[in-house]
């Protein structure tokens, strides 16, 4: 196949290995190639590191820059991916146009985009109109749509159980240092520590405790994607995983305060005198 550069984001093809085809490729007619990995298992059968070597296609000679990973498609397996640019000046047969790739920006615009596309080439290539096929497998789209329906509706309900069972016991867990420490706090409260004090004190432990888990689920994640890495043979957007981080973080952050502001607000309203006598 002859392609440009955002063909890889366009039909989302990763890479096991290396990289992909970009525009500096295209603009300067390198003699590169992607490859599946059939070919390379077909052409490197002792386990030998393809990228960087040489191969010939059709008489010409071409370096493997990239091995594909993980694809839905598994043709693209056994395929070798050239610059377009190189696919037409170099092979006749290739130098022809057959199909574009579109990638719509979600789900809900693919039908009002099929239509729009139709109306474009019928506008710009009247003559080819009998030969032209405008392909969006919409009962494909419709069942990824109820699929992705009913994980996003398992994963949210999970969320919620887990954000629900987690600040409860989060809570319990500070209510109970709350009262196993009602001495301590009258004693604090003796000698002058404010309510204000008191409050950050437990708030602060219960953001300490919410930030713990969420660091653990952090690692864990990472640990994960990382072995799921090395299964799927592809390449994570590592960009959604630090956004995942961060929110994670945050996330944490706010379970703490929201948890916790009842037994640090019950601990600083503590009466000196009677958490003295508290037994």
Known sequence: ????????????????????????????????????????????????????????????????????????????????IIPISVARSRFADMYDVRNIYVRAINWDAVSQLHKDLYK????????????????????????????????????YSSLIVTV???????MNVMLSAVRERTKEIGLRKSVGATEKMILSQFLFESISISLAGALLG?????????ILKGVFQTSPAYGVFALSVLGGVLFGVMLGIA??????????????????RFE
């Open 164 to 170: 629900i069972l987690g600040g409860i016991g989060i």
């Open 218 to 226: 952090i690692l864990l994640g990472f640990v994960s994607v990382q």
């Open 1 to 80: 196949m002859g392609v440009e550069e955002n063909f890889f984001d366009t039909i989302h093809i990763p890479m096991a290995r290396g990289r992909r085809i970009d525009s500096d490729d295209v603009a300067w007619f390198s003699s590169v190639c992607v490859v599946g990995d059939e070919i390379v298992r077909t052409l490197f059968p002792d386990d030998e590191d393809p990228l960087g070597k040489k191969i010939f296609i059709g008489g010409h000679l071409f370096r493997i820059v990239g091995i594909i990973g993980g694809v839905e498609d598994p043709s693209f397996l056994n395929t070798i």
């Open 120 to 155: 474009l080439l019928m506008a710009n290539q009247p003559g080819y109109a009998e030969s032209m096929d405008v392909r969006s497998f919409p009962e494909r789209i419709k069942t990824i749509q109820h699929a992705v329906l009913l994980v996003k509706v398992f994963l």
């Open 259 to 276: 948890s916790g502001i009842l037994p640090a607000v019950k601990a600083s309203r503590l009466d000196p005198a009677e958490s003295m």
